[in-house]
């Protein structure tokens, strides 16, 4: 049965609402949504008197949306990024920073990609969340990290790629790669392995980093251009490269070794360096004596030589005679420093004869007084 307002109500209290409320005080209230819509119709109408759809109100309302449709073109661009802007859905140019226009939609589109930003991505290990230390530690993906090298040994390699957009490639980094990041990090870990395959263990991990370095970066490069990723690589940086953990130990006794062997080549070289020089030095100086008596060998037998000549040359003209002297001249000289015996072989000789040398007989007699020589002979 409907409720009806009826005196005192019906419990005979006066006039009551449906939910019992008595009549509410005259105050402000809220402006009526009708009321308003009301009075914009005739400040409307006296705008426009000719009527609401009249010919100069519909090409006034026209002009007011094409200007907020042409108004809606204007878009900017922020430091970090580049504008590329499609005209249906066609890359036609691409803008710098700062505030730019392009045709309204549908006509024209931008995108915005992050394209002057330089972007990390880390294979072989993974940041992860730390409560205990307030931070963030890293944890090592054996998966992505250890590698095979050229001499068939493991090595356990962390490395991060650093990579952006190259300024003339935004339209083929939007357009021909679907997963940018996922496909620098597949194609780094290929190169990585790839250059690792191909070298020894013992420059990896002593000096060779900038080489590795160099090669990985290049092969990178080269990968993603042949994808036409418009990705320029600007740095690979390997922030570990050990054995495995399992080896470690045994690797740091061969480091220690060959440290040692170092040590025991640069004390060799240095002794070397010492001796080498004294024993060149010597040798130099017996090259020097063997010349000098060379020299002197070959001086005297060439005067021995023309001695022999000149001899021959009188023994032409005196056979006899030249043969008698050289031959007394050579007894001479071989009988002269020698104790001598003279043999007497004749009839009547007497065998050993003392040989009396007078002349030194003559040399040494002490002289006599001329008294004692006068009376004393017969």
């Known amino acids: 049965m409907p409720w009806k307002n009826q005196g005192g109500g019906p419990w005979g209290s006066g006039p009551k609402g449906p939910w019992g409320s008595g009549p509410q005080p005259v105050g402000p209230r809220p402006p009526d949504l009708e009321d308003l819509l009301r009075r914009g119709q005739d400040r409307l109408q006296q705008i426009m008197p000719g009527g609401y759809f009249s010919g100069i109100g519909i090409t006034l309302i026209v002009l007011l949306i ?21 005209r249906f859905g066609k890359h036609v140019r691409t803008v710098q920073p700062g505030l730019n226009y392009h045709l309204p939609y549908p006509i024209e589109t931008v995108l915005l990609p992050k394209a002057l930003r330089v972007n990390t991505i880390s294979i072989g290990m993974t940041l992860i969340d730390d409560p205990a230390r307030r931070g963030r530690s890293i944890r090592d993906v054996p998966e992505e990290s250890l590698m095979l090298t050229g001499d068939e040994n493991i090595v356990d390699v962390d490395f991060t790629v650093l990579w952006r957009i190259k300024p003339d490639g ?22 990585m392995r790839e250059v690792i395959g191909r070298s020894q263990i013992q ?4 000096g060779a980093r900038n080489v590795t370095e160099q090669g990985v970066q290049e092969l990178i490069q080269r990968t993603l251009d042949s994808y036409g990723a418009g990705i320029q690589v600007t740095q690979v940086q390997m922030q570990k490269v050990d054995p495995p953990a399992q080896v470690i130990d045994a690797f740091r006794d061969v480091q220690a070794a060959r440290a040692n062997l170092e040590q025991l080549q640069n004390e060799a070289q240095t002794y070397a360096n010492q001796v080498v020089p004294q024993a060149r030095g010597r040798s130099a100086k017996i090259l020097q004596d063997a010349e000098g008596y060379k ?12 001695r022999f000549l000149k001899v021959y040359e009188e023994y032409k003209k005196a056979p006899d005679v030249t043969r008698e002297r050289i031959y007394l001249e050579t007894m001479e000289r071989v009988l002269g420093g020698a104790d001598k015996l003279v043999y007497d072989g004749g009839p009547s000789g007497q065998g050993i004869v003392p040989y009396l040398p007078l002349g030194e007989l003559t040399t040494k007699r002490p002289p006599t007084t001329g008294p004692q020589s006068s009376g004393g002979t017969r």
């Not at 094409?66 to 499609?86: D, H």
């Not at 339209?171 to 597949?186: C, S, Y």
């Not at 420059?203 to 002593?206: E, G, Y």
């Not at 001086?299 to 030589?305: D, M, N």
Request: hydrophobic share 50%; proline share 3%.
């Open 295 to 306: 020299e002197q060998a070959v001086a005297e037998a060439k005067g021995q030589s023309a």
């Open 203 to 206: 420059p990896i991990l002593t």
């Open 170 to 191: 935004v339209g083929d980094f939007l357009f021909n790669i679907q997963n940018p990041e996922g496909t620098v990090k597949a194609v780094s870990e290929s190169a």
């Open 66 to 86: 094409v200007a907020f449709w042409l108004l809606s073109g204007f878009f900017r661009v922020q430091s970090e990024e580049l504008g590329v802007v499609l």
